[in-house]
């Protein structure tokens, strides 16, 4: 099964920033959106922000909005989401995905963001 390769957690202080990448093995034909999602323990998982392939019209969580941006290259082969003013609610495992024009869909293993304080 195909996997995505994500790369940016880590670790930051209460109001830093971090931008998470996402890029898409060319083996993935007709994108039609990529974007991210998390989960927190004891949460579901739930979208924080999504972009579309071609007119790149974005999507955001009410609790992204303001905060996070998302992006992609211009292969569009790559996302990427820029958090500012990470919050102590922000840590969660953060996971990229990949939705096809054919209905298949792509995901990561998830990297994690820690906040402190």
């Known amino acids: 099964q195909v996997q995505l390769v994500e790369s940016g957690g880590g670790l930051v202080q209460s109001g830093g920033s971090l931008r998470l990448s996402c890029a898409a093995p060319?083996?993935?034909?007709?994108?039609?959106?990529m974007g991210w999602y998390r989960q927190a323990p004891g949460k579901e998982r739930e979208l924080v922000a999504s972009i579309t392939s071609g007119a790149a019209t974005t999507k955001y969580a009410d609790f992204a909005k303001g905060r996070f941006t998302i992006s992609r290259d211009s292969a569009r082969t790559t996302v990427y989401l820029h958090m500012n003013h990470l919050k102590p609610e922000d840590p969660a495992v953060y996971s990229c995905?990949?939705?096809?024009?054919?209905?298949?869909?792509?995901w990561g293993p998830g990297t994690q963001v820690t906040v402190s304080s």
């Open positions: 995905s990949v939705a096809t024009t054919y209905g298949t869909d792509y």
């Open positions: 060319g083996s993935i034909f007709s994108i039609w959106a």
